[in-house]
């Protein structure tokens, strides 16, 4: 039975565990009032052992949820729960964003289009790159290396301190990647026009690594998926060095607009105002 208000005051979810720091509900309720739409986007916090039946209220219907976004530690647990995966969510292996349609949860993963997104409003020409470095093989590089290959960059080279798991992404995203342990580093920048950082690494302070910048190309881009802070130590070692910086805020709005759409019926741009209100709040809160 479809309840009417329901029909007209669509409602949609961020599930994680913890949950509090999920920036989505600013940028879905922006949306909304932008559009003006009766419409609810709300922050839950499901443990892990609640989260199967989680689904199941989603599948039947009695959460009265259209669809939501499925943060950490759910991500995986969401792409093995879902009735229907794309393709995209499947090969990641993760699923960020889920529907219902006709009694089945849907689920696709939209950090890949998030990630090119961001760079196309930024860096327009960044697909041009023919040799792209990837720092990191953990879960968030899994689509980062899908969207640098679905744009058809040549050669990726991914390098991890565990090279094992680089070698395991090489073998899961084919023959255009490569797996380096760190030592390898400064020998994979020679000529890279596109360096990604989406390890963790200067996040807690730790030791960083030496990184010869000047390797690069001259024209290469630098980004950072890390956006807290917005100005990575990356970021700004890169940008001394001369070269083009794009900061990892914009993945995170952009990954936000296929959810919107396909629950509420809209679709959101990603405005300088949205920005604005998401970095207001990554200064209050970090
Ligand atoms: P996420 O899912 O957010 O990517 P993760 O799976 O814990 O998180 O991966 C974090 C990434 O940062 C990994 O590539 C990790 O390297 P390992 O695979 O060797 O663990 C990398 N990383 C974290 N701390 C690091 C450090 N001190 N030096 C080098 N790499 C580090």
């Known amino acids: 039975m479809n309840d009417s208000r329901e029909t007209i005051s669509p409602r949609a979810f961020v599930a994680g565990y913890p949950i509090r720091h999920s920036r989505s509900p600013i940028i879905h309720g922006y949306w909304l009032q932008q559009f003006n739409l009766f419409g609810s986007y709300a922050a839950v916090e499901v443990s892990p052992e609640d989260f199967h039946a989680f689904i199941a209220g989603l599948r039947s219907g009695e959460s009265g949820y259209r669809g939501g976004n499925i943060t950490i530690p759910h991500k ?17 292996g993760a699923a960020n964003t889920l529907w219902v349609e006709e009694g089945k949860v849907c689920a696709t993963n939209t950090d890949a289009y998030g990630f090119a997104a961001n760079l196309d409003q930024h860096q327009p020409d960044w697909a041009k790159a023919d040799k792209a470095v990837v720092l990191g093989a953990g879960g968030a590089s899994r689509a980062i290396i899908q969207a640098v290959r679905d744009r058809g960059i040549r050669e990726i080279h991914v390098v991890n301190r565990t090279v094992q798991r680089a070698q395991e992404l090489a073998h899961l995203f084919g023959e255009r ?32 690594p030496k990184i010869r910048w000047d390797r690069l190309a001259a024209s290469a881009i630098v980004t950072d998926i890390v956006y807290v802070p917005l100005k990575t130590q990356m970021l700004r070692e890169a940008e001394a060095a001369g070269l083009a910086t794009v900061d990892g805020l914009g993945m995170l709005l952009h990954q936000a607009v296929p959810g919107f759409e396909k629950w509420f019926g809209r679709r959101p741009e990603v405005t300088p105002e949205l920005r604005q209100r998401v970095e207001a709040d990554l200064e209050a809160h970090g």
């Open 76 to 92: 995986e647990e969401a792409c093995r729960l879902a009735d229907h995966v794309d393709d995209i969510a499947r090969e990641i």
């Open 177 to 208: 990647v490569f797996a380096h342990g760190m030592a390898a580093l400064d020998e994979v920048l020679g000529g890279a026009d596109l360096f990604i950082n989406t390890s963790s690494l200067g996040m807690k302070g730790e030791a960083f």
